[in-house]
């Protein structure tokens, strides 16, 4: 539970402060390491989109196409 005087000190922040705090945050929490083979499949996958940034879609248009094949 997040103490209640933190949240409302936060809650005053600004939103760029706000969003600034949030990713400080996210970066204390210690993650799993990634295996190898999971490292090697995102390094090819990232090499991937760099040399072929025309195969890629806007995220606003798979969502617009996600709501006309299934709305």
Do not use: F, G
């Amino acid at each position: 539970m997040v103490d209640p005087t933190l949240m409302d000190e936060a809650q005053r922040l600004n939103d760029a402060d706000k969003v600034e705090l949030a990713y400080a945050l996210l970066h204390t929490v210690h993650q799993k390491p990634v295996d190898p083979e999971t490292a090697a499949l995102i390094k090819e996958r990232v090499a991937h989109a760099e040399s072929n940034p025309d195969d890629s879609i806007l995220w606003e248009d798979l969502q617009a196409d996600l709501r006309r094949k299934y709305a």
